[in-house]
């Protein structure tokens, strides 16, 4: 079965800066891939979508690139605020349209 | 408030009682999912409907639990003779798949379950 592996269990950075946070797969590549964010208490919020075919989608302060080489998808987020501590969730979509969730990553913007 | 919404928010409930969770997704959308989730883990699928047909449920998912969705609309989700190891977020999202789009899943806050 598909295994999902996000990053270290949590991550901290200082305000400013651009934390990255990686999901690693195994197995067969998805048809595409989302990032999601979740707050404590709350369920997932949609961020970005990446197909198979692009390499990189970018929206506002958000990045986020895939590659089907190294089965991996990098998700940026520049300029960091305390805000944008969370829980980031990746989830991969396959034809068929089964979604697979990442343990995710718990991020902590320090001020 | 036109998002996901999810009856009860909390549910506590004693080991061998039955519960039933309710979600209401968004009007328009033709998809309706089900998931469990625990401390420090993602979302783990647990079964869904297109309209008023239950398509897929996870092998996982233990006789005790049964989900329906009556004329494509709201979906309910029964889990009968509670366990400890059920006490978890039950998360709804419903979506709009069309031919030629990607799918993104608008999400319910969850209902938590506490099983004594």
């Known amino acids: 079965s598909q295994k999902i592996e996000q990053n270290s269990e949590a991550l901290n950075i200082q305000e400013g800066k651009t934390a990255t946070l990686t999901c690693n797969y195994t197995n067969y590549s998805p048809a595409y891939l989302q990032w999601y964010r979740q707050d404590p208490g709350r369920g997932p919020v949609f961020l970005l979508l990446i197909r198979e075919n692009e390499k990189e989608k970018r929206k506002e302060r958000l990045k986020v690139t895939f590659d089907t080489t190294l089965k991996q998808s990098l998700f940026h987020i520049t300029a960091s605020q305390p805000a944008d501590s969370a829980t980031y969730l990746c989830?991969?979509?396959?034809?068929?349209?089964?979604?697979?969730f990442g343990p995710g990553t718990r991020l902590s913007v320090l001020p | 408030d036109t998002g996901v919404s999810q009856d009860p928010r909390h549910k506590i409930t004693k080991r061998g009682q039955n519960v039933t969770f309710r979600c209401d997704p968004i009007s328009e959308h033709n998809r309706l999912y089900w998931y469990r989730q625990t401390l420090g883990q993602g979302p783990e699928f647990l079964t869904y409907?297109?309209?008023?047909?239950?398509?897929?449920k996870s092998r996982l998912l233990s006789d005790r639990f049964s989900a329906e969705r009556p004329k494509g609309s709201f979906s309910t989700l029964e889990i009968q003779r509670t366990e400890q190891g059920d006490s978890a977020m039950y998360l709804c999202?419903?979506?709009?798949?069309?031919?030629?789009?990607?799918?993104?899943?608008?999400f319910g806050p969850g209902t938590r379950l506490l099983v004594l």
């Open positions: 989830a991969l979509v396959y034809y068929g349209q089964n979604f697979v």
């Open positions: 409907f297109q309209n008023e047909a239950q398509l897929e």
């Open positions: 999202a419903s979506s709009s798949l069309w031919r030629g789009t990607q799918e993104t899943q608008y």
